[in-house]
């Protein structure tokens, strides 16, 4: 079927001959005449059958960049993650049109089963569901048909060294071709959920990391992290083609403690842990945020007229131990109470090390992450909070609400 959006050549000639134009600043199409009958009857029964076999919602006909389009939708990546998820909820809350991209059926099962924790069933339905990979350029041709926005939510996440290629091929390559694409198809606007993973290291004379601190390369980092500042640079790289940007570095995310069923990274893994009777805990600390305000952090955002910006997206920079109690009360199971030095968290590292060797299995703690646990890294979230005036929810209160769910 051929792409509903007119080309620029077959617009203008409707145009002229059909339309009235009032030409505006913004070059929107504001009024139009009367036409003939016939052609009348024409275009409404292919929009009526364009509606049948896409399932959108016409919008009113607009003109941006000279170019005309007949239905405006956003593009989800990652939205059979616990972000992606919640944005594709989030999004169709506040009316808009998604199309979702899938490499499996059975992923689709984990977002349904978000809708269904929040009772909002009957709007899974409303995704327009695409099989496609960030990987795959030929499947992500049909995926970028009538997009206005793009949410690239999509990441692979790991800190076992032995996932160097699959980080950089998914997170570098794939954000490559996903930002290629939006340049050729000149999406409105573009939407990159990075880390704090990617942010820079702390200097000397700082007490926060920012937006606007450097990263070191001299430094040891992470692949995972690695990974995201290399996708970073591909967004950055787009932005100077054209395309208009905003990047996102969340914190740790927390998801409600029932998704530890569902998902297998980030929060859920500690509360898996938790669950199980984890004893040990650390004096460390970083930024954490709830899942909530990172999609509505981010739609507010790619409404609003900010582009080309950075923010760094954190509730409260917090203490492991703190954390680690208030899961174990929510969860009503014993709190972790032995303190785990960074002098045992190394050991532990190279213990793992070694057994994941010989019995060829997967790392359940890495130096990264090891690291990670007793380092005391403080985060600033004034950018955004001057930004769009955000008022980050409490992510104590948060876990306790959740787990009632």
Avoid at 255 to 262: A, F, H, R, S
Wanted: aromatic fraction near 10%; proline fraction near 3%.
């Amino acid at each position: 079927m051929p792409s509903m959006a007119m080309t620029k050549k077959s617009a203008t000639k409707v145009l002229r001959h059909k339309y009235y134009f009032k030409k505006t600043k913004t070059l929107r199409l504001s009024t139009f005449v009367a036409i003939k009958k016939p052609l009348q009857l024409c275009i409404s029964v292919t929009l009526n059958l364009c509606k049948i076999l896409y399932n959108f919602v016409p919008l009113q006909l607009c003109t941006l960049k000279a170019k005309t389009y007949l239905y405006n939708m956003i593009l989800v990546t990652g939205g059979t993650g616990l972000v992606g998820a919640h944005l594709l909820l989030h999004l169709i809350e506040n009316g808009e049109n998604v199309r979702a991209i899938y490499r499996t059926e059975k992923n689709i099962e984990k977002t349904k089963s978000v809708f269904d924790l929040y009772k909002k069933a009957h709007l899974f339905e409303k995704i327009n569901w695409l099989e496609a990979d960030i990987l795959d350029i030929p499947s992500l041709e049909s995926a970028f048909i009538d997009i206005k926005q793009v949410y690239h939510c999509a990441a692979f996440i790991s800190f076992d060294p032995k996932d160097e290629e699959i980080l950089r091929k998914t997170n570098i390559e794939g954000t490559a071709n996903m930002v290629n694409f939006a340049i050729a198809k000149e999406i409105e606007k573009f939407c990159y959920i990075s880390s704090i993973a990617a942010l820079g290291d702390i200097a000397a004379h700082e007490t926060h990391i920012t937006e606007e601190t450097d990263w070191n390369p001299e430094k040891p980092h992470s692949d995972y992290a690695i990974s995201k500042y290399g996708a970073e640079m591909e967004v950055w790289r787009a932005h100077q083609e054209g395309l208009n940007v905003i990047i996102v570095n969340p914190g740790v995310i927390l998801g409600p403690p029932k998704m530890m069923d569902i998902f297998n990274e980030g929060s859920s893994e500690i509360y898996r842990k938790v669950s199980k009777g984890l004893p040990f805990f650390t004096l460390g600390s970083t930024g954490f945020i709830t899942v909530d305000d990172v999609v509505k952090t981010s739609f507010e955002l790619m409404k609003s007229e900010i582009k080309n910006e950075r923010f760094t997206l954190i509730a409260d920079n917090t203490i492991f131990k703190d954390l680690l109690n208030t899961v174990a009360d929510a969860l009503k199971v014993k709190r972790p109470h032995i303190h785990a030095t960074p002098f045992l968290m190394n050991v532990l590292w190279m213990t793992d090390g070694i057994f994941s060797t010989l019995f060829f299995r997967k790392r359940s703690i890495t130096k990264a992450t090891a690291k990670a646990s007793y380092s005391k890294n403080l985060y600033s979230n004034e950018k955004i909070k001057t930004a769009l005036r955000t008022v980050f929810t409490d992510i104590h209160q948060y876990i306790i609400d959740s787990s009632k769910l």
